[in-house]
């Protein structure tokens, strides 16, 4: 099962969003955000990472009995010489990451179920989607030579529950 996925989202979006954002900080904040350009582009990519796992497949075609929902978006803002320690994922049902900007630094998630770590650096446009699930250990590492913006969300899998 591959239960941590990417996709690439366009880069004109992600530099859209770049030029609209003011962090006014020089430190280490998470700003919440109702981002609705990212929505439906989340929203098809969760499908398709839906697709990809046969377990949510017995349902039958995922566009025919799953409806999706972006909820709780919020900007990541990582400066120079920072980084972030490993969290636990939380929240609905899928989780994802969006990174605005390439840099050198490091998004490592820890995945109980093969006992590894899933590693990628971080380039425009690249998504990443995973499991809501406390096992799941995120964090960003080593954000030396520039900062990183990530949006994070969570993805609601309406109905998920009502299913037959």
Same mark, same amino acid.
């Given at each position: 099962?591959?239960?941590?996925?990417?996709?690439?989202?366009?880069?004109?979006?992600?530099? !859209?969003? %770049?030029?609209?954002?003011? &962090?006014?900080?020089?430190? +280490?904040? $998470?700003?919440?955000?109702? @981002?609705?350009e990212?929505?439906?582009?989340?929203?098809?990519?969760?499908?398709?990472?839906l697709?990809?796992?046969?377990?949510?497949?017995? !349902?039958? %075609?995922?566009?025919?009995? &799953?409806?999706?929902?972006? +909820?709780? $978006?919020?900007?990541?803002? @990582?400066?120079?010489?920072?980084?972030?320690?490993?969290?636990?994922?939380h929240?609905?049902?899928?989780?994802?990451?969006?990174?605005?900007?390439?840099?050198?630094?490091?998004?490592?998630?820890?995945?109980?179920?093969?006992?590894?770590?899933?590693?990628?650096?971080?380039?425009?446009?690249?998504?990443?989607?995973?499991?809501?699930i406390?096992?799941?250990?995120?964090?960003?590492?080593?954000?030396?030579?520039?900062?990183?913006?990530?949006?994070?969300?969570?993805?609601d899998?309406?109905n998920?529950?009502?299913?037959?």
């Amino acid at each position: 099962m591959t239960f941590i996925q990417t996709f690439q989202l366009d880069v004109g979006l992600c530099d !859209f969003i %770049s030029g609209n954002l003011e &962090i006014t900080t020089a430190d +280490k904040c $998470v700003i919440e955000a109702d @981002i609705e350009e990212v929505k439906e582009p989340i929203e098809e990519f969760a499908r398709r990472y839906l697709t990809n796992i046969a377990e949510f497949n017995y !349902f039958g %075609s995922s566009d025919d009995v &799953i409806g999706l929902t972006v +909820k709780d $978006v919020r900007i990541m803002y @990582i400066p120079p010489w920072n980084y972030q320690m490993y969290i636990p994922e939380h929240g609905d049902y899928l989780n994802f990451y969006i990174f605005l900007e390439d840099n050198q630094s490091v998004f490592e998630v820890f995945n109980p179920f093969i006992k590894d770590c899933f590693r990628v650096t971080p380039r425009k446009g690249l998504v990443v989607i995973l499991p809501a699930i406390w096992m799941m250990l995120t964090r960003h590492t080593d954000t030396f030579d520039g900062r990183s913006i990530i949006i994070r969300g969570t993805i609601d899998i309406n109905n998920l529950n009502n299913m037959q």
